[in-house]
């Protein structure tokens, strides 16, 4: 039943766990909520990797009733790691109320294994001597209602669609001018992150692998351990080599126009609130929120001009800034009295009136001017500039070019 190279790719994962547990729990002086997910994450795969270890020994045939115990954690692996991402990058010190449905996979496991759990030691016993002498049922997790290897399959088809998250997490992060990633501190936390969800996203692969080249079973459970213990290895040797991530992760956002206290404290409230879309506009119509809000959007859009992207949503500017679409809906609204769509029309106006006089805009027709500024048609430009300004197209870029003067919006200053 031993096998002394799985038994050590197996135990010095065990070792480096719990070691870096204890670090993230007792010593680290970072963001509290990051360090217990990340904490979590390592603590569930050091289980899975001892319960592995233990059937290299007579452990589960002595105590038959810890079998499969623990497996259904493994469920919670991909969901804190994608939770770890997300609060690094989001600067969250708390989770949310709906993040509660992450368990749930996990709790289904529990569920069906159910069953299994409530047989006698004597039978179990006698299950484990056959299941340990061939090995196989190891890998297809043939307990409990559902068929065997739905369990497997199920596990790490769920992993791979967190990780497309944790990926969409990442990629925001780098284009989202909140995050100050001028910071010394940027280029660990991405490398970091990135390793991380590679490594997350290295192990299903393989489990696909080697079902895909037909691997006999009873060498698909060595080679996906032994997979395992590796890649968990170089993750957290790697992590010990990075003292400063494992030590404490510090605040990424940029601190200064941008009141990221206030921009918590909405969130908290909001939340309070169960959600009420209505009750949180009601919040936030406070000015000393919508003032910080505004600021936060102006400074963005100002800096990346995001109004040249033909179809630029509202949704979109939600993912960049972390504020809720309806907190933005309300402060288009009630702050500048103008919709989102007015607003950015707006800003596309003002950018062709900026650029009028550009060289290489000489030969563009209007529809083309339009195209430049971010208007999706002639038909939109034309609208826009109808009724942001009361002119025709051609009145208006008659007007602006004989006058050389900035066209007065409705009286709206952006």
Same mark, same amino acid.
């Not at 790719?9 to 766990?17: C, H, I």
């Not at 217990?36 to 603590?43: D, E, Q, S, V």
């Given at each position: 039943?031993?096998?002394?190279?799985?038994?050590?790719?197996?135990?010095?994962?065990?070792?480096?766990?719990?070691?870096?547990?204890?670090?993230?729990?007792?010593?680290?002086?970072?963001?509290?909520?990051?360090?217990?997910?990340?904490?979590?994450?390592?603590?569930?795969?050091?289980?899975?990797?001892?319960?592995?270890?233990?059937?290299?020994?007579?452990?589960?045939?002595?105590?038959?009733?810890?079998?499969?115990?623990?497996?259904?954690?493994?469920?919670?692996?991909?969901? =804190?790691?994608?939770?770890?991402i997300r609060c690094i990058y989001r600067d969250e010190t708390r989770l949310k109320k709906k993040d509660i449905w992450h368990i749930v996979p996990s709790l289904l496991t529990a569920l069906q294994f159910i069953p299994f759990y409530r047989l006698d030691a004597v039978v179990k016993r006698e299950y484990l001597q056959n299941l340990f002498a061939h090995k196989t049922g190891l890998t297809l997790i043939s307990e409990g209602l559902l068929p065997e290897g739905?369990?497997?399959?199920?596990?790490?088809?769920?992993?791979?669609?967190?990780?497309?998250?944790?990926?969409?997490?990442?990629?925001?992060?780098?284009?989202?001018? =909140?995050?100050?990633?001028?910071?010394? &501190?940027?280029?660990?936390?991405?490398? &970091?992150?990135?390793?991380?969800?590679?490594?997350?996203?290295?192990?299903?692969?393989?489990?696909?692998?080697t079902v895909l080249l037909g691997t006999p079973l009873e060498y698909r459970y060595f080679i996906i351990v032994l997979i395992n213990g590796i890649i968990l290895s170089f993750s957290l040797v790697f992590l010990f080599a990075r003292p400063e991530i494992?030590?404490?992760?510090?605040?990424?956002?940029?601190?200064?126009?941008?009141?990221?206290?206030?921009?918590?404290?909405?969130?908290?409230?909001?939340?309070?609130?169960?959600?009420?879309?209505?009750?949180?506009?009601?919040?936030?119509?406070?000015?000393?929120?919508?003032?910080?809000?505004?600021?936060?959007?102006?400074?963005?859009?100002?800096?990346?001009?995001?109004?040249?992207?033909?179809?630029?949503?509202?949704?979109?500017?939600?993912?960049?800034?972390?504020?809720?679409?309806?907190?933005?809906?309300?402060?288009?609204?009630?702050? &500048?009295?103008?919709?989102?769509?007015?607003?950015?029309?707006?800003?596309?106006?003002?950018?062709?009136?900026?650029?009028?006089?550009?060289?290489?805009?000489?030969?563009?027709?209007?529809?083309?001017?339009?195209?430049?500024?971010?208007?999706?048609?002639?038909?939109?430009?034309?609208?826009?500039?109808?009724?942001?300004?009361?002119?025709?197209?051609?009145?208006?870029?008659?007007?602006?070019?004989?006058?050389?003067?900035?066209?007065?919006?409705?009286?709206?200053?952006?």
């Open positions: 039943m031993k096998d002394g190279t799985l038994l050590i790719a197996e135990l010095f994962p065990v070792f480096l766990g719990l070691l870096s547990i204890c670090i993230l729990l007792f010593a680290n002086h970072g963001n509290k909520l990051i360090n217990r997910l990340l904490a979590g994450n390592i603590a569930v795969t050091t289980i899975y990797m001892l319960a592995a270890a233990l059937t290299q020994t007579d452990f589960f045939l002595n105590y038959p009733h810890f079998f499969r115990a623990f497996y259904p954690l493994y469920f919670l692996v991909y969901p =804190l790691a994608y939770l770890y739905v369990l497997s399959f199920s596990s790490y088809i769920i992993g791979l669609i967190y990780m497309v998250f944790a990926v969409k997490e990442v990629r925001t992060a780098r284009i989202n001018p =909140l995050l100050n990633q001028s910071l010394a &501190w940027w280029k660990p936390i991405m490398s &970091w992150t990135t390793i991380f969800i590679v490594i997350h996203i290295i192990i299903p692969v393989f489990f696909f692998l494992l030590y404490g992760l510090p605040q990424l956002r940029h601190i200064g126009n941008i009141a990221v206290d206030i921009l918590q404290e909405v969130e908290i409230k909001t939340e309070k609130q169960e959600d009420s879309k209505e009750d949180a506009t009601l919040l936030i119509q406070q000015p000393a929120y919508l003032a910080e809000y505004a600021n936060v959007v102006k400074a963005l859009l100002d800096e990346k001009q995001l109004f040249l992207q033909p179809g630029f949503t509202i949704t979109q500017l939600s993912e960049l800034t972390n504020i809720p679409v309806h907190h933005l809906s309300a402060l288009f609204n009630k702050y &500048w009295g103008k919709g989102f769509n007015d607003y950015i029309n707006i800003c596309r106006i003002n950018y062709i009136q900026k650029n009028i006089d550009n060289p290489s805009w000489k030969l563009l027709t209007i529809e083309a001017v339009g195209k430049e500024a971010g208007f999706n048609s002639r038909i939109t430009l034309f609208k826009a500039i109808k009724k942001h300004t009361g002119q025709s197209p051609s009145q208006f870029f008659e007007t602006y070019q004989s006058s050389n003067k900035k066209v007065l919006l409705n009286g709206f200053h952006l």
